[in-house]
């Protein structure tokens, strides 16, 4: 038998908690679409932010360390596939849009900029007087603008529920040119949650890519507590295991604890505010309480695990002297480009008349790859 969007629809009807977005109620898209006859919206959603070119492009893009440092590091692509991993277990436990969830955790970093955070903070800084730069907005302008695709319509097309989720990755909801396409007054609890889970992702993998990259040792680890509980845990139960799989051990085990604390608390907080439909998750996020959160013991572990990675990790003189290459690569390229505009792609150089030619070339860079940068700022 095969199973029709009607049919999807009743199934999800079925599974779903009353809190959850339905895809039979998404909002729908900014330019109206026949839905598929076999796929969900969300589903649809997610194939498109696959099959993009933005999306392609994450696999050459900088996490922590830039791609020509090793191959077994974390790229922005492996990040965005575990951050979809975690939104996923935590959609379907909550009894949540996993769809939805999973779409909005594969575009939420579309927008970076090669070479990490260092190139978001040297295209902001160059775009100040010019409209500024913001690698969230940036993903929105890219499913929105950019992307170039399909005959019908510009970018991605994808439904209003998705956009919002992309918006508010980052924290709070964001003022921003959807407002007028805004239907409720708040975010989904699916793009709550995929923010969190962009951050369980992240504090526990650059434990691992720090580790293989000997910029911090399992010993300076122990001065975390979350750290110390899971290792230690691991020390007791596999006396005679080497070191490596002790401490890939200890690295999931914090993962897990991250991700089932979460699940905890919100399901609790649900409860506890009385959240029985979309209606009152709006009205409870109006009032400025937070359900997808850590209990308070967890967000302690966790604000001391950020500042040991950003004291540790993030600061460190390798990572800096990588950053510091980074952002002159950026800068000489901006610089480069605004004085010669003539020789940027055909794709960007003809919107210059209707967005101007610093917003275009931001544009430009923004989507490179590391190793694409790298090689034209080798050539000019
Ligand atoms: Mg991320």
Redesign the pocket.
């Given at each position: 038998m095969i199973k029709r969007i009607e049919d999807l629809f009743l199934e999800e009807e079925k599974i779903l908690a009353p809190y959850a977005i339905r895809s039979s109620m998404n909002g729908g898209r900014i330019f109206p679409e026949k839905e598929h006859e076999l796929r969900l919206p969300f589903q649809r959603d997610r194939d498109r932010i696959i099959h993009s070119r933005a999306f392609k492009r994450l696999e050459y893009k900088t996490q922590v360390f830039i791609n020509s440092e090793g191959d077994n590091f974390r790229t922005r692509l492996t990040?965005?596939l575990e951050?979809a991993g975690i939104s996923r277990t935590i959609a379907t436990t909550l009894g949540l849009n996993v769809q939805l969830a999973e779409s909005i955790a594969l575009a939420?970093?579309l927008g970076h900029t090669p070479f990490g955070h260092a190139g978001q903070d040297k295209l902001s800084e160059l775009m100040k007087s010019y409209g500024g730069f913001e690698h969230n907005k940036q993903s929105l302008r890219i499913v929105r603008k950019l992307e170039n695709r399909y005959p019908g319509f510009v970018g991605l097309n994808l439904c209003r529920e998705t956009l919002k989720g992309i918006m508010k990755h980052g924290g709070d909801y964001e003022e921003s040119d959807l407002n007028s396409e805004r239907s409720d007054d708040g975010p989904s609890l699916e793009a709550m949650l995929t923010d969190v889970a962009?951050e369980i992702a992240?504090n526990s993998h650059d434990i691992e890519d720090g580790l293989e990259k000997n910029l911090i040792s399992p010993e300076q680890l122990k001065e975390v507590q979350i750290w110390r509980r899971n290792i230690g845990e691991a020390e007791a139960r596999f006396r005679d295991t080497p070191l490596i799989l002790k401490l890939r051990f200890a690295i999931r085990s914090v993962l897990n604890e991250m991700v089932v604390d979460l699940l905890k608390t919100t399901d609790s907080n649900l409860e506890r505010h009385k959240v029985k439909d979309i209606r009152s998750l709006h009205s409870v996020w109006r009032t400025g309480i937070r359900l997808a959160v850590f209990s308070d013991s967890m967000q302690e572990d966790v604000s001391e695990l950020k500042k040991f990675l950003t004291e540790n990790l993030y600061r460190h003189s390798d990572v800096l002297a990588m950053s510091q290459k980074g952002q002159e690569i950026i800068e000489k390229l901006f610089h480069y480009f605004i004085g010669h505009p003539e020789i940027i792609p055909d794709s960007y150089r003809q919107r210059i008349e209707e967005e101007g030619k610093f917003r275009v070339i931001c544009d430009y860079i923004a989507g490179m790859t590391d190793r694409y940068a790298e090689q034209l700022f080798s050539g000019i």
């Open positions: 990040h965005t951050v939420h970093d962009d992240y």
